[in-house]
């Protein structure tokens, strides 16, 4: 039974409690009569307190403030569609009791089914989280993923690599020139196990070649390799950049994540530092 219609239901209780009326037949027929046509006002008393109970109950009930079914963080900027969806574009809002509801931001599309949850908008994406039921999310690439009780997931699933941290023109080795891909390979392999200058742009330039062919794995041994044996060599922070990006896009975001720190630590001069910050940020949250 709801709360609000107890106290009613008590006092109906009550008023039924009440017992009836006795009458004393050796006092005769006469005396009998005059009881039974003689009203008894004590019930009216406790049914019309009982209907004013239930009047006032009802009318709390019709005047309470409905509970929100979105509750919106300081900031957030969201609006609510004619068909009962949701649009959010900035901040976080939060569904309080289990919906069925949709959401939507500029990078994702959310389905819910008896769910309540969290939706975040920030500059890395959106992240949505599930306390209770399920969500169907739906990328602006076409990926889709349940989200169940206790998941959490930030869309765009793969981070946003900044513009001046896509690839460049790599120095060709002058060793091994421009021949086929496969003899250059082969060259720039031999002179990467050497020292000095020439091992460092060979290796630079073989992890980009590998990574050119599809082998991201060879790309990044290469980078390692690279920073392993030349950490202040004249490509480090091109080797730095290039494994940072590789490792994001094959999902290795917590090795990515090391190498965007260590390069902010040690590039403090270089300008492509407040892009790197800004891959760092959306690895973080993807490592939250």
Do not use: Y
């Not at 005059?34 to 019930?43: H, N, S």
């Not at 649009?87 to 819910?112: C, F, I, K, N, Y």
């Not at 169940?148 to 946003?160: H, I, N, V």
């Not at 050497?194 to 060879?218: D, I, K, M, T």
């Amino acid at each position: 039974m709801p709360d609000d219609e107890r106290p009613a239901a008590e006092a109906m209780s009550r008023a039924a409690e009440i017992p009836g009326r006795t009458m004393d037949l050796a006092a005769g027929w006469d005396a009998v009569l005059e009881r039974a046509t003689k009203p008894d006002r004590r019930p009216w008393v406790f049914v019309a307190l009982a209907l004013g109970m239930a009047l006032v109950v009802s009318v709390i009930a019709a005047t309470r403030t409905p509970e929100p079914m979105v509750v919106a963080a300081p900031g957030a900027k969201w609006e609510q569609q004619a068909d009962g969806g949701v649009h959010l574009h900035e901040g976080r809002v939060q569904v309080e009791r289990p919906l069925d509801l949709a959401l939507e931001s500029s990078q994702v599309a959310v389905l819910t089914r008896s769910c309540r949850f969290a939706a975040e908008v920030i500059p890395e994406g959106t992240r949505v989280t599930v306390f209770e039921g399920q969500a169907v999310v739906r990328g602006a690439n076409g990926d889709e993923r349940v989200l169940r009780a206790g998941e959490s997931a930030l869309w765009p699933s793969t981070p946003s690599i900044p513009a001046g941290l896509e690839e460049g023109a790599a120095p060709p080795s002058r060793v091994c020139g421009e021949g086929e891909p496969a003899e250059r390979l082969e060259c720039l392999g031999r002179v990467s196990q050497g020292e000095g200058l020439e091992a460092q742009v060979a290796l630079f330039e073989l992890g980009r070649l590998r990574g050119r062919a599809g082998n991201a794995v060879g790309a990044a041994s290469a980078w390692r390799a690279s920073l392993q044996r030349f950490p202040e060599g004249v490509f480090a922070p091109e080797v730095q950049l290039a494994l940072m990006v590789t490792l994001a896009q094959q999902h290795h975001f917590g090795e990515a994540l090391a190498v965007a720190r260590a390069f902010e630590a040690s590039q403090l001069e270089d300008p492509r530092r407040d892009d790197v910050a800004r891959l760092r940020r959306q690895l973080e949250w993807l490592t939250r």
